[in-house]
């Protein structure tokens, strides 16, 4: 417990957590699990191209997500570079995509030889703002829109949906944090031409690499199948080039088990927001970011925005301060990707054109969650942002002191 400023580790004091504290940190099965699961591996010697696990995870996907087709890709970055392909976007064409957030949306636009056009994102729901994608919409050569359910929060589906059908365009979903949530209580994974899934280590359903695509329309999985390799097509379908995204055996084994911890898992994290919620209520300037009500959520992300005003200390200067006691929380997403090479020089029209990306970009921060948490380092973690408010005026005259 810190007493004085000096107690902090930014200004030499004894830091908190000697065990540093992640986001986004991994669930690990326990050890007899994976050893039973792997042994089968090894006893069949089939590694990889569409081997017996892949299809058990496949056909659980799809019953918990409830959709026609789940298909496992190598990660979800290439994930969106085959349903670019698959929905037929020719290079060249513009899609439709927020700057806020992780750089594989944008990037795997790039790979598949389209242009992003970035949005502005709504400021309650992170998510692409509607006005901007219809204001963008009368732009020149959009093939495409690409929603992100950023924190799992889901996009306007309803409305993207209107708009790209009267336009005549895609839309699909980058749904990396949305595993398990729904929209209206259907599950994401149904919505838009197809969704996107990462099953990456630091995601709340992990495979360690890996990932899939959803949808419910049988033709585009087919395509999918077809484009990921030869091993697991149903039918031989004509695809625009090969993209060998396959899922390995040991990345399916991960994933069945990680699939049996997942309501567990789900359970945990929302006790952890909970928690972080409750401490942290009274204290000025800090506003969660939740999911919609009535809807299921994985509350994977916890993340909050910081009024400096009310708060009295900029998002950046409590980031320092928790760092340095080894709980790292992390600015996620700063920059806005339309501030990133090589978007910055090849598209500067985008740099001042996002005013809530930016302002979002400057106030968001993202705490620690998952296994390795447990009541009481959340409370430690909250004792110390309740700290950094108290003495905020202090803080930040030491904190200028150092620069
Ligand atoms: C993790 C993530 C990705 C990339 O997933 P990979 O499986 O690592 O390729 C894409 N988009 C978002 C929003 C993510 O968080």
Request: charged share 25%.
């Amino acid at each position: 417990m810190k007493r004085l400023t000096s107690d902090l580790a930014v200004f030499g004091g004894p830091v908190e957590f000697a065990d540093v504290l992640h986001v986004g940190q991994i669930n690990i099965p326990e050890k007899e699990r994976f050893e039973a699961i792997f042994s089968g591996i090894f006893s069949r010697r089939y590694y990889t191209n569409h081997g017996p696990l892949q299809q058990e995870l496949e056909v659980r996907l799809e019953d918990l997500f409830r959709v026609r087709n789940a298909i496992a890709v190598t990660n979800a970055t290439i994930g969106l570079m085959l349903a670019c392909k698959a929905l037929g976007l020719r290079e060249g064409g513009r899609v439709i995509v927020p700057a806020f957030t992780f750089a594989a949306s944008v990037q795997a636009l790039s790979w598949a030889g389209l242009m992003p056009l970035f949005c502005d994102v709504d400021p309650d729901t992170h998510v692409l703002s509607v006005e901007s994608v219809r204001a963008a919409l009368e732009e020149p050569g959009v093939c495409a829109i690409l929603g992100v359910h950023l924190w799992g929060t889901p996009c306007g589906v309803e409305e993207l949906r209107r708009l790209a059908d009267e336009r005549g365009i895609k839309v699909f979903y980058d749904a990396a944090h949305a595993i398990g949530n729904t929209i209206n209580g259907l599950s994401v994974g149904n919505f838009g031409d197809l969704e996107v899934f990462s099953f990456h280590a630091t995601k709340i359903f992990s495979s360690g690499e890996g990932g899939c695509v959803t949808t419910n329309d049988d033709e585009l999985a087919e395509r999918l199948r077809n484009l990921r390799s030869s091993y697991g097509r149903r039918m031989d379908v004509p695809v625009p080039i090969g993209g060998y995204g396959r899922f390995s055996e040991a990345q399916a084994a991960l994933g069945l088990l990680s699939l049996e911890d997942f309501a567990a898992n789900c359970e945990m994290n929302g006790r952890r927001f909970g928690r972080y919620r409750e401490r942290l209520a009274d204290v000025p300037g800090l506003r969660f970011i939740l999911p919609p009500a009535g809807e299921r959520s994985n509350s994977q992300y916890v993340v909050l925005e910081v009024d400096e005003a009310l708060f009295g200390l900029s998002r950046d200067a409590i980031v320092k301060c928790l760092q340095r006691e080894n709980i790292l929380c992390r600015r996620y997403f700063t920059p806005g990707m339309h501030r990133c090479l090589p978007y910055s020089s090849e598209l500067p029209q985008y740099v001042e054109s996002l005013p809530v990306t930016d302002f979002l970009c400057s106030r968001v921060m993202q705490l620690p969650s998952g296994q390795q948490m447990d009541d009481n380092k959340i409370d430690a973690v909250c004792d110390l942002i309740i700290f950094l408010h108290e003495n905020a005026e202090n803080i930040a005259g030491r904190l200028c002191e150092q620069q």
